[in-house]
């Protein structure tokens, strides 16, 4: 993988200040360009080894819109998510908790289906 230069070579060649370096090095990260590496360096993630990197509540909320539910649909159970997106079902239901938290999702309780109470807003991606 190709390294990338270090915050302290974007500020002198660029003339930025080293927040401006970093914010940069965040959203590279957070598009899943780039990820950190051991000594404070970057590199450049491999297209065909591209992951999304963005929090799994995020991506569990577009299965609303990517399945196109509507308020009051039941959503699909944390086994099926958690065979969707390769994580443990302990994992998806802390992020279940935190969609139910926002408002997304409504509980009904142990052993009852979760129902869609929110459509979330899609940000549209440049």
Known sequence: MTELPSAGDIMRDHGVSRGVALRVFRV????????????????????????????????????ITDERLEVGAAFPSASMLAEQFGV?????????????????LASGGQGKVRTVRAVPIREERS
């Open 88 to 104: 443990s079902r302990p994992t998806v239901t802390k992020a279940l908790d935190k969609l139910e938290a926002a408002g997304v």
């Open 28 to 63: 590279l990260q957070k598009e899943g360009v780039a990820e950190p590496v051991p000594g404070g360096r970057w590199r450049v993630v491999r297209a065909e080894s591209r992951a999304d990197r963005r929090p799994l509540e995020q991506r569990i909320a577009e299965v």
